[in-house]
């Protein structure tokens, strides 16, 4: 894929990745949800609880077993920050959970997610799944867009004990 920012390309994340994605999962919140999520949800400690979530998410041992969680990062060619990211959870049902995928703010729109979510398809075997806010009205079209099926309607809760309404969004692999 080319763009404004060159080549793009989408790798396997680690442990060196943690702070990056935690950077730009900050500032993808910060941007998609203002006016969705509480202000305090967004506010001074997000960054620091997300630097303490992607340190434990890509430093736990998983022994190589199946059920280990995969991030994918989009980034550069020619390296630099990431542009986005997705993170994969297997479940123990035999569908995978698309935890996240957040694109950088000023480069949505652009295919970097479609490119992500392609990626995340294939990286699975079973249903792929996810959970958005039904307020985040963007990521709502982008995943009906992409093929996705509601498949639920329940709260999400977010920090601060804020719950809010949220869709589940399904891509059936065996189908």
Known sequence: MTGATGEIVIRTGGAADAEAVADLHTVSWRTAYA????????GDGLAAQRREVWQIRLTVDYGGAEDTPVLLIAEPAEGGEPLGFAYLVPEHD????LDNLHVRPGLTGGGIGGRLLRAALAATVGPLRLEVLRDNVRAVAFYERE?????EEREAEFP??????EYEYTWNRAG
């Open 147 to 151: 093929g996705g099926v509601r498949t």
């Open 160 to 165: 601060g004990g804020h719950l809010l309404p």
């Open 94 to 97: 035999g569908r995978t959970l």
């Open 35 to 42: 006016g969705i999520v509480p202000a305090e949800a967004l």
